[in-house]
């Protein structure tokens, strides 16, 4: 069992490249989250899943696309990435919307 | 809107102290609590989530109270040790249709041996 798995745990990216970001869940549960977390700001919603077929915005979206893939797997789009985008990000998942939250190990991405 | 505070942003504490953080939420109309820990370039690990209708939960040395009218909630660790050294952040459930966690910027505890 284990648990949130995020890929990859590093990344530096060239302004304007574009990457994925992977999530995938073991534990059956229905809502996935996206988190960045930067010093001084605290964690930040960037888009989150309620169930399978569905995908709603959070605090900071711009920039950012998400899919998900299906009930397990949750991804995070860097279309043209940006030197504010240099962040460790998370990816969260939860039972449903009110449950207790169960967090990845983060994937850290500079921006050069 | 909601906000969450947590005083002091940093602790240090001798090891075998007794220690409290504090976490503050602006709303109470709140539909949980939740306690994690963060240690260094790692993630979060829920410690402790309570209910709008409970008072505390406990697990093992740390026990977690929650004052609703208030807007308070307090992180008991008992017996401090150098292990516990880490980042202790909260985050609440808003009432409502807002299912989205607030969350607070954390205390950064050390215990020194």
């Known amino acids: 069992n284990a648990g949130v798995t995020q890929t990859p745990k590093f990344q530096v990216l060239k302004t304007g490249q574009s990457m994925t970001l992977q999530c995938a869940q073991d534990m059956n549960h229905n809502s996935m989250y996206w988190y960045r977390q930067d010093p001084g700001m605290g964690l930040r919603l960037i888009y989150y899943s309620a169930s399978e077929g569905t995908t709603d915005k959070g605090e900071v979206p711009n920039g950012y696309n998400v899919s998900r893939l299906n009930k397990r797997e949750f991804s995070l789009r860097l279309e043209s990435a940006a030197p504010s985008q240099t962040s460790v990000y998370f990816c969260?998942?939860?039972?449903?919307?009110?449950?207790?939250?169960?967090f990845g190990p983060g994937t850290r991405l500079t921006v050069l | 809107k909601q906000e969450v505070t947590q005083i002091p942003a940093a602790l240090s504490v001798p090891e075998g102290e007794n220690l409290v953080l504090n976490c503050s939420f602006t709303d109470s109309a709140i539909y949980n609590l939740q306690w994690f820990r963060q240690d260094p370039g790692k993630g979060l690990t829920s410690l402790l989530l309570?209910?709008?209708s409970q008072r505390e939960q406990t697990s093992g040395r740390l026990n977690a109270s929650l004052d609703k009218s208030s807007g308070r909630s307090t992180l008991y660790i008992a017996a401090s040790q150098p292990g516990d050294s880490a980042t202790y952040l909260c985050a609440v459930h808003n009432a409502g249709n807002n299912r989205k966690l607030i969350w607070g910027l954390g205390t950064s505890l050390a215990v020194n041996p």
């Open positions: 969260a998942s939860t039972r449903d919307l009110l449950g207790g939250q169960f």
């Open positions: 309570i209910q709008s």
